[in-house]
């Protein structure tokens, strides 16, 4: 198997599936980060505790939940709480290792905009908005990010910055007093992009038979490469046949 026999979106949704760890505590987002975090949990990861934010901690759903409100959260999760309870003991006390999260628009140093696109006061485009990203940005111990690579998405600085990644860099973000340690990596269809000593993101790697010279050409700002480029690993026949399971009617894999 190799990449150029996955779509674009099943390439991002099992390498960002990757970067979780078995005993990682995830606050999962909606779209393909609930689908890669899925993944994780019915591959590599058995013991992933996954927490939703309508405030389902433990969640073990028998099918994808198509939103963060799905019945089928509950069934088999171990705790269901209120929302604001979800936040203040869980995420704001310290007890969530990851953040996944997406977003319209990622910039240089892994801020997230999901608010508007243009001026704010006369958007071209009103987006979802925030919901939850700003705390689990804020104070997840670490964020990960997943996003087609478009130019459109990569400007050098976001529209509107509605999830703190770096700020204008790691020291801007500390002095901020964020405790979360900000994105770790930025999965696209290209490549994975993690951030340097100073914050800003960096092309780490690429997937088979992709050129870096394409993730450069398709962002807002002269993308370093890093000196040991790697080159992700395909997806596997089980990561595959497992993501399909997860999303039959390609609702998030078309």
């Known amino acids: 198997m190799t990449e150029r026999d996955c779509t674009p979106s099943e390439l991002m949704t099992v390498n960002a599936a990757r970067l979780l760890r078995r005993d990682d505590v995830v606050f999962v987002g909606v779209g393909l980060p609930n689908l890669a975090c899925n993944l994780a949990l019915r591959s590599h990861a058995p013991d992933l505790l996954m927490i939703y ?3 389902v901690i433990g969640a073990q759903p028998k099918r994808l939940p198509l939103s963060i409100g799905d019945p089928t959260l509950v069934s088999g999760a171990l705790a269901v709480c209120s929302m604001y309870e979800v936040f203040a003991f869980y995420l704001q006390r310290g007890f969530v290792s990851v953040g996944f999260m997406g977003g ?10 999901a608010t508007v696109i243009g001026d704010y006061a006369h958007p071209k485009v009103r987006l979802p908005g925030s919901g939850g990203s700003m705390e689990i940005a804020a104070w997840a111990d670490r964020t990960y990010l997943i996003t087609p690579h478009q130019s459109r998405r990569f400007p050098i600085q976001v ?3 509605t999830s ?11 002095a901020a007093g964020l405790r979360g340690g900000g994105p770790a990596a ?3 269809d290209l ?3 993690e951030p340097d000593e100073t914050g800003e993101l960096v092309l780490t790697a690429v997937h088979s038979g992709v050129d870096p010279a394409q993730a450069q050409q398709k962002t807002g700002w002269p993308l370093k490469i890093a000196a040991g480029l790697r080159v992700t690993d395909p ?3 089980v990561e595959l046949r497992i993501l399909n399971e997860l999303d039959p009617n390609r609702i998030y894999l078309a």
Request: charged content about 25%; overall charge negative; proline content about 3%.
């Open 164 to 174: 703190a990644g770096f700020l204008g860099g790691r020291s801007e973000r500390e």
């Open 186 to 188: 930025v999965v696209t």
């Open 235 to 237: 997806p596997t026949d």
């Open 191 to 193: 490549g994975v992009l």
């Open 159 to 161: 529209d509107f910055r």
């Open 104 to 113: 319209a628009q990622i910039d240089q140093y892994g801020n997230v905009n």
């Open 53 to 55: 934010e309508a405030g």
